[in-house]
Structures are given as structure tokens and as C-alpha cells.
């Protein structure tokens, strides 16, 4: 099962709101990942998240707060958005983030989620 | 940072026409993926191909990382082949943990024509 699922689908919200966006696999990978992905351009990432702790972070506006709770799950935190933070937003997980030793050469492909289409009014 | 372009940037065809699409990347890569993101945004994993040559069905990928280039080779195109392809190539972003990271390149949007 290469599924990984996000929830909502769609979401609209006004500037002063908070909301978040889940993320959910259940295929034992042990790193997920954020991307930001605007209106005819490639998706962009935002954060890596690596045995639960957090990896990478693409120099993100403190407005958005990842979490991952557990191996399983990973959480976008929205607050005080901005118009132009309008996207479709991608959750993606891999067997773990490296993988070119040992002969894991496939250990860093990764799977994407359906996405959340996101709206700041 | 890493270069990633694709090649060309749109292309129509009719059904049934093969194509050809490229995509040159300016360093040293970990691995590269090949994905199709149909018109409701999902990323469908086509390849993942660092190096050589790979088939599913229709669809063929070659990688050749000495000289920094992938093909992904579509034959017999179906209507249902539109939309936009991306590559992607994985570099370390995280010097710490050795996390990688996924660039994209701008992508190749493929139209069909019945």
C-alpha cells in the first residue's frame, strides 16, 4: 500500500484564523515532508521531518508550525495567513531520507498525498 | 543551488504519437524521480531512476548521471496522458542528518488530442 492521505481536501480561511492541515501514512516510513505547491509552478519544500524530529526547514514564516506526533502523522499549523499563501499544499513520506549506502538505493523515493487546496481570504 | 530544467516547457500531441521528455540537472544528484500530476494536483510516481534505464508499460525513463540527464519516454499517448510531468532530483539539504530534500523541476505540460 503506497497511500499517503490528507485531510481536508479543501479549505478556506479568513486571515485571523487558525487551522491545520493532516497528514497520514501508515507504510512505515520514517520521514514526511511539507511542499508548497502555487498555481503552474513546481512544488516548492517546506519542511523534512526524519524519525519524528524536524530536519529541514526551508526558511518557513513562523505562521506556519509543523508537528509530528508520531511516525505516522504530520500536522500543519496555520495562523495569521496572508492571501498569497493561497496553494495547493503536499504532504509526502519515504522509507527514510537517505538511502544511497548499503545498497537502499530506494529508500528515499518518495510518495505523495492528494493535497490540500488552501485559500486565505 | 542545483539547476533542474525540463524540456520542452508544453507540448500537444495527437493519440497515439510517441514523445520524448527531458530533463538536464547542473550537479551530482542522489536519486531523480519522474511524476505525472494529473488536473486534481495528485503526484503520481512514474520512475525512480538515479541511474539507467527502466519500463512500466508504455512508459520507459533513462538516466544517465555522468552526463547530468533523464528521458522519460511516452509511447502510443492516450488522452489520458495529459497533464504535467515533473523531475525531480534529491540532494542532501540537511548536512546534519544527511536529510535529503526533492527539487522540482518547472515541469513539461503534455496535452493529447483525440
Known amino acids: 500500500d503506497t497511500e499517503v492521505t490528507q485531510t481536508p481536501k479543501h479549505l478556506v480561511m479568513g486571515m485571523t484564523n487558525k487551522k491545520s492541515l493532516k497528514c497520514e501514512q501508515h507504510?512505515?516510513?520514517?520521514?514526511m515532508y511539507w511542499y508548497k505547491q502555487k498555481a503552474k509552478k513546481p512544488p516548492e519544500l517546506m519542511f523534512v521531518?526524519?524519525?519524528?524530529?524536524?530536519?529541514i526547514n526551508e526558511s518557513v514564516p513562523s505562521r506556519f508550525s509543523p508537528e509530528c506526533p508520531n511516525s505516522s502523522l504530520l500536522n500543519l499549523h496555520l495562523h495569521a495567513l496572508q492571501p498569497e499563501d493561497s496553494a495547493l499544499y503536499l504532504c509526502?513520506?519515504?522509507?527514510?531520507?537517505?538511502?544511497?549506502?548499503?545498497?537502499?538505493?530506494?529508500?528515499?523515493?518518495?510518495?505523495f498525498g492528494p493535497g490540500t487546496r488552501l485559500t486565505v481570504l | 543551488g542545483i539547476q533542474v530544467e525540463q524540456s520542452p516547457p508544453d507540448l500537444i500531441l495527437q493519440e497515439g504519437a510517441n514523445s520524448t521528455l527531458r530533463c538536464n540537472f547542473s550537479?551530482?544528484?542522489?536519486?531523480l524521480q519522474w511524476f505525472h500530476q494529473n488536473p486534481w494536483g495528485q503526484l503520481i510516481n512514474l520512475f525512480y531512476?538515479?541511474?539507467g534505464t527502466k519500463q512500466n508499460g508504455r512508459l520507459s525513463a533513462t538516466t544517465v548521471a555522468t552526463e547530468r540527464y533523464s528521458l522519460l519516454y511516452i509511447s502510443s499517448s492516450q488522452t489520458t496522458d495529459s497533464g504535467v510531468y515533473f523531475c525531480?532530483?534529491?540532494?542532501?539539504?540537511?548536512?546534519?542528518?544527511?536529510?535529503?530534500?526533492?527539487?522540482f523541476g518547472q515541469g513539461t505540460r503534455l496535452t493529447i488530442n483525440p
Open positions: 509526502a513520506s519515504s522509507l527514510d531520507v537517505v538511502g544511497l549506502a548499503e545498497g537502499k538505493s530506494s529508500y528515499n523515493e518518495q510518495f
Open positions: 531512476i538515479p541511474s
Open positions: 507504510m512505515g516510513h520514517r520521514a
Open positions: 550537479d551530482s544528484v542522489n536519486n
Open positions: 525531480a532530483v534529491g540532494i542532501i539539504g540537511s548536512e546534519i542528518q544527511g536529510a535529503q530534500k526533492l527539487v
Open positions: 521531518y526524519s524519525y519524528e524530529k524536524l530536519s
